[in-house]
C-alpha cells in the first residue's frame, strides 16, 4: 500500500493542524457564481437528461411496492412513539438491486403531508432525483408516484425523502446495490444504520424543534411548529430545553454567534469536529432502530469474515463508531472503493457511509456507535458464542483514540479521477449562525430559482468555504466527487468551522442539482443552493 499523502482539506488526521486546510487560497479554473452567466438550463426530462440515461445500461428490473405512514414503533426497553416510517419498520425494509439493472419503486403516500424519495449517493438521472419543487411535483396525501431508473454503480446507498423535515422521523431505508463481480470475499454480510431520534419523544416533532431553534431558546421553547416545513404541525416541543443543545442557546447579551462552545446542559463538544457538535441533544440514539439497551443481535460463527455497512442517517449528530475487540478494515465509502485502511473506529458525519471489513472473534461484542461531542450511544451485538453480553454502558476501549476520517483514506486505482485541470470553479460559502439561526449559502437561503451554472464534459472544482462556527457535512447529488491529493471518491464530506474544502468532479449527468448541507435543520432553514447544467 502506498503511503498516505499528508495533505487533506477534509476532517482528518490533518485537521487537527492547519495543515492543508486553507481559508483563502486562489481559485483555479474559471471561477463562477450563480449570478456570473445567464441563460438556460437543462429540464429534469430534457433531452440531454434522456440521452444520458439511454447510456447507462437497463438490465433486470427490481420493482418494489412502498407505503409510507403514521404508525407507532417500539424502539425497545419500553420506549414506543408516534412517527412515519416506510411500512411499520425502521429503518425501512432493506432493498437490494444489481449494479447495471433498473430500480422501479412505487411510492404510496398514505402521510398527512406531501412527500418524495431522495436516492442519496446515486448518479441517477435528474427527474428521479426526488427533489420537490426542482426535480419533480410532490407526491401528495393519498397519492403515489413511481421512481424508474438505472443503477450503474455498486455500492451502500440508502433513501429518504427531501421534504422538509422528513427525514428527521422514521423516513429512510438503506439500498444495496450488489456488485455482479464483486472483488470483495466474505461469509456474512452486516448493514448498519444510525440515527438520532426524538419525533415523538415528549410531543416533540423535527418542526417544533426547528421552530424554538428559529426563535432562539431565549424565547422560550414550546415549539408551536407549523406545516410549512413538511410536517403535519400537530407536535409541540414539551421538554424542548432537554432536547435543544451543543451551543442551541443564544445568548441575548453580543457576542460570537455561533460555534463558540458547547452548552454547559449539552455535552463537552469535539475537537474533531471543531467545537460544538449539533443543535440537538437527542433523547435517544438507535442502531437499526433499537436503542442501546435492547439492541439488535446479529449471529456469526468465531472466525467469520464479515461485511459491515454502515450508514449514518442521523439528523445532527456524527459517530465514531467501533466494535469492541476487533480492528475494522475500511473498504468503501460512499460506495466507492478505497486503499484498504485498518483502523480502531470510525466517524461518520450524516449522510456518509463506510464498508468495513471484520474477522469475528469468539464471543460477544458491542458494535457501539458514539454520538461525537454529545452524550448519548447507540449499539448492537455481534455474537458468536454463548455468553453475557457487554453492559449496556460499557464503551469499548478502541473509542478511545483518534478515529479514521476520509481525508485518511486514498481512492482505490480504478475510481481515482484521471489527472485534470478544472474548467470551472464553483465557490460555495457556508453562511450563517446560531444565533439567528440563518444557515445559507453566500449569505443567502434556499431558492431553487438560484442556480450555479456548469456545462456538460466539464471537470468541475467545487470550493466550500465554511464561514460558520459549524462544522458541516455537504452533499451533492447526483454524482461523486474527489477529495485531494488521490483521496477518496465521495458524495457527502465534513467541512470543519472556519475551513475550506476543495473538490473535484466531472459534469457527465446532465439535470439540476442540490447541493446542501446534510444536518438536517441547517438545511430546513436554508443551506442548500443547484448546479444547473446549461442547455
Not at 34 to 52: C, K, L, Q
Not at 276 to 282: K, S, T
Not at 304 to 333: P, Q
Request: proline share 8%; charged share 20%.
Amino acid at each position: 500500500m502506498r503511503s498516505l499523502p499528508a495533505r487533506r482539506t477534509v476532517l482528518g488526521a490533518a485537521a487537527l493542524t492547519a495543515t492543508g486546510l486553507t481559508a483563502g487560497c486562489a481559485d483555479r479554473g474559471r471561477p463562477d457564481t450563480a449570478e456570473a452567466e445567464g441563460g438556460g438550463h437543462v429540464r429534469p426530462d430534457g433531452p440531454e437528461v434522456r440521452a444520458a440515461d439511454a447510456r447507462r445500461p437497463h438490465g433486470r428490473t427490481r420493482r418494489v411496492r412502498l407505503t409510507a405512514t403514521r404508525t407507532r414503533l417500539a424502539l425497545g426497553s419500553g420506549v414506543t412513539v408516534p412517527t412515519w416510517a416506510y411500512g411499520d419498520r425502521v429503518p425501512g425494509e432493506e432493498i437490494r438491486a444489481t449494479a447495471g439493472g433498473a430500480l422501479e419503486l412505487t411510492l404510496a403516500n398514505h402521510l398527512p403531508a406531501a412527500t418524495s424519495v431522495h436516492w442519496h449517493g446515486l448518479a441517477l438521472r435528474n427527474d428521479m432525483d426526488g427533489v420537490p419543487g426542482l426535480t419533480q411535483r410532490e407526491i401528495r396525501p393519498g397519492a403515489d408516484f413511481t421512481y424508474r431508473f438505472a443503477v450503474p454503480h455498486p455500492g451502500t446507498y440508502w433513501f429518504h425523502p427531501h421534504s422538509g423535515l422528513q427525514r428527521d422521523r422514521g423516513l429512510y431505508a438503506p439500498l444495496i446495490v450488489e456488485d455482479p463481480r464483486e472483488p470483495l470475499r466474505y461469509d456474512k454480510e452486516w448493514v448498519v444504520v444510525l440515527d438520532d431520534w426524538l419525533d415523538g419523544v415528549d410531543g416533540a416533532t423535527p418542526d417544533s424543534v426547528l421552530a424554538a431553534l428559529r426563535r432562539g431558546m431565549d424565547h422560550g421553547g414550546d415549539g408551536a411548529g407549523g406545516d410549512g416545513a413538511g410536517g403535519d404541525g400537530s407536535g409541540d416541543a414539551h421538554g424542548m430545553h432537554g432536547m435543544l443543545g451543543t451551543g442551541a442557546r443564544p445568548s441575548a447579551a453580543a457576542g460570537p454567534p455561533s460555534g463558540t462552545g458547547p452548552s454547559p446542559a449539552a455535552g463537552t463538544g469535539s475537537p474533531l469536529l471543531g467545537g460544538d457538535a449539533g443543535d440537538v441533544d437527542y433523547p435517544h440514539h438507535l442502531v437499526n432502530g433499537r436503542t442501546r439497551t435492547d439492541p439488535e443481535t446479529f449471529r456469526a460463527k468465531p472466525g467469520d469474515r464479515v461485511r459491515i455497512r454502515l450508514i449514518n442517517a442521523g439528523g445532527d449528530t456524527a459517530y465514531r463508531v467501533a466494535l469492541g475487540g476487533h480492528r475494522m478494515t475500511v473498504t468503501h465509502t460512499d460506495g466507492y472503493p478505497v486503499e484498504h485502511t485498518a483502523t480502531d473506529a470510525l466517524l461518520l458525519g450524516m449522510g456518509e457511509r463506510y464498508d468495513v471489513l471484520v474477522t469475528a472473534g469468539d464471543g460477544v461484542f458491542a458494535l457501539t456507535a458514539l454520538a461525537e461531542g454529545k452524550k448519548g450511544t447507540a449499539r448492537a451485538l455481534l455474537r458468536t458464542a454463548p455468553g453475557a453480553a457487554p453492559p449496556a454502558a460499557a464503551r469499548p476501549e478502541e473509542l478511545s483514540g483518534t478515529p479514521l476520517t476520509a481525508g485518511r483514506l486514498a481512492a482505490a486505482d480504478a475510481v481515482r479521477l484521471a489527472p485534470r485541470t478544472p474548467d470551472r470553479t464553483v465557490t460555495l460559502r457556508l453562511t450563517g449562525s446560531m444565533a439567528r439561526y440563518d444557515w445559507g449559502i453566500g449569505g443567502r437561503q434556499y431558492d431553487p430559482r438560484r442556480r450555479h451554472p456548469v456545462t456538460a464534459g466539464e471537470r468541475v472544482r467545487l470550493r466550500f468555504v465554511n464561514t460558520t462556527g459549524m462544522w458541516h457535512p455537504v452533499h451533492l447529488h447526483g454524482h461523486t466527487f474527489a477529495l485531494p491529493d488521490g483521496g477518496p471518491r465521495k458524495d457527502t464530506a465534513i467541512v470543519l468551522p472556519g475551513r475550506t474544502l476543495e473538490v473535484d468532479f466531472d459534469a457527465d449527468n446532465p439535470g439540476l442539482w442540490l447541493v446542501h448541507c446534510h444536518n438536517v435543520y441547517h438545511s430546513g432553514a436554508g443551506m442548500m443552493t443547484v448546479l444547473g447544467y446549461r442547455a
